[in-house]
């Protein structure tokens, strides 16, 4: 149970990790004027720091599995990352950091609930209950609260 505790607290780090990313990104943006140049500028900071955390040993090294041993889709993660960095730092400057962070929270439940009451892509499978249709209803109802200025 404790270790479960350790993931919340890890998961909840990396969300707050990510409106500081954005907030900062949205600065360098200003500057740039540029969404798209201001996301490969985070990119490949973002890159850098993984290359080190990886020749750290800290975690495991792992191998490139072979191109056609998974399905083709598995390689395409990175598109999205790209589509909400761009999408986030336009957004940003027009609605502030809570509005798109409670759009970006409400867009990810809505997609997970999907992906987990249909087991796609091979996420377990977890049926879809009453109390996750309230659970997403009450963040939902957030973030339209949110918005409301």
């Known amino acids: 149970m404790f270790i479960r505790y350790i993931l ?3 998961v909840a780090l990396g969300g707050a990790g990510l409106t500081m990313q954005m907030t900062w990104n949205s600065r360098l943006r ?19 720091s ?14 490139v599995p072979a191109f056609d ?8 993660g990175g598109v999205f ?4 960095l761009v999408a986030s730092l336009i957004a940003i400057p027009k609605l502030g950091a809570a509005s798109v962070f409670s759009l970006v929270i409400a ?10 009451s249909t087991g796609a892509f091979g996420v377990p499978h977890i049926s879809f209950s009453l109390s ?16 409301r200025q």
């Open 8 to 10: 919340f607290l890890l």
């Open 30 to 48: 200003a500057s740039t004027g540029s969404p798209v140049l201001t996301t490969i500028i985070s990119v490949v900071v973002t890159l850098f």
């Open 50 to 63: 993984l290359a080190l955390v990886w020749a750290s040993g800290v975690t495991p090294r792992g191998s």
């Open 69 to 76: 041993s998974l399905p083709r889709w598995a390689w395409f």
């Open 81 to 84: 990352a790209s589509y909400y």
């Open 107 to 116: 867009g990810q439940m809505v997609a997970a609930l999907i992906l987990d």
């Open 132 to 147: 996750r249709c309230v659970g997403a209803a009450l963040l939902l109802i957030g973030v339209v609260l949110i918005q």
